[in-house]
C-alpha cells in the first residue's frame, strides 16, 4: 500500500501534498524534509482526519509516478479494518462486544503498534476475511535507499552494469548525481575482495 504524493516549490518553502488524503504539508525547509514529514505523519492525519470524525479511509488509487509513502503493515491493517467495520455497520462498542475485549482495548488495534498480527486476524475473522501479504518492488530513489543499507554496497548502471559507485571507495562518479534515481533491483553478491556487498541496480534515465 502506497499512497502517491506530489512536492511542489512555493515562496514559503516546499509543500508536499497527498493525492488520495487530501492531504498538504506545511512549507518545509527541503523537499526531503516534506518526504520526512509525510512519511513520520501519515498514522497522524489518517487518525485526526478520518477516523476520529468517524469517515472511511481513502485507500491508495493514483499511481506513483515520483514520490510514495510506504504505509507499514500495521497501519495498513488499522486501515482496513476500520474500514471493514464501517461498511458493516459495525461500531467500536459492538466489536469489542464480539472480541471479549473493552472498547479501550479495541481502540488500540487504530492507535498504537502494540498490538499482534494474530488479534487482527481474529478481528477479520468475524467479517469472514483472511489477511494475505504480497511482496511487490517498490520504486525506491537511491537517495532513501542507501538510508536503510549499513553494510558494504555497489551501485550499477541499469544499461552496462558497470559500478558508479561503491561504499568503499568513490567510484568513477559522483554518487550525489545518481540520488533521485530510482533503484530497479537490488541482490546480495560478492565484490573484487570477496567481501559481502549489496548489488543496487539503478535506472540511469529516470533522473
Not at 475473522?125 to 538510508?147: A, E, Q, R
Request: glycine share 6%; with cysteine; net charge negative.
Amino acid at each position: 500500500m502506497i499512497y502517491a504524493y506530489e512536492i511542489k516549490k512555493t515562496e514559503e518553502g516546499y509543500i508536499g501534498h497527498v493525492f488520495d488524503l487530501d492531504f498538504d504539508t506545511k512549507p518545509q525547509p527541503s523537499s526531503e524534509k516534506v518526504e520526512e514529514v509525510i512519511s513520520e505523519g501519515l498514522s497522524g492525519v489518517i487518525e485526526l482526519k478520518y477516523r476520529k470524525n468517524k469517515k472511511p479511509i481513502p485507500l491508495p488509487s493514483t499511481e506513483v509516478t515520483e514520490y510514495g509513502a510506504v504505509v507499514p503493515v500495521k497501519l495498513q491493517l488499522r486501515i482496513l479494518l476500520w474500514n471493514t467495520m464501517l461498511e458493516n455497520h459495525v461500531t467500536q462498542t459492538e466489536m469489542a462486544a464480539i472480541l471479549g475485549i473493552s472498547k479501550a482495548h479495541l481502540n488500540q488495534f487504530f492507535i498504537t503498534e502494540n498490538v499482534s498480527v494474530e488479534k487482527y486476524e481474529n478481528a477479520f475473522f468475524i467479517f469472514d476475511k483472511d489477511i494475505t501479504v504480497n511482496i511487490m518492488k517498490k520504486k525506491t530513489k537511491l537517495k532513501n535507499f542507501l538510508n536503510q543499507v549499513s553494510g558494504n554496497f555497489i551501485v550499477r548502471d541499469c544499461r552496462g552494469g558497470y559500478a558508479v559507485y561503491t561504499s568503499k571507495t568513490e567510484g568513477p562518479n559522483n554518487l550525489s548525481f545518481y540520488s533521485n534515481m530510482t533503484v530497479t533491483d537490488s541482490y546480495p553478491d560478492k565484490d573484487e575482495d570477496g567481501d559481502a556487498v549489496l548489488v543496487i541496480v539503478i535506472d540511469s534515465w529516470d533522473n
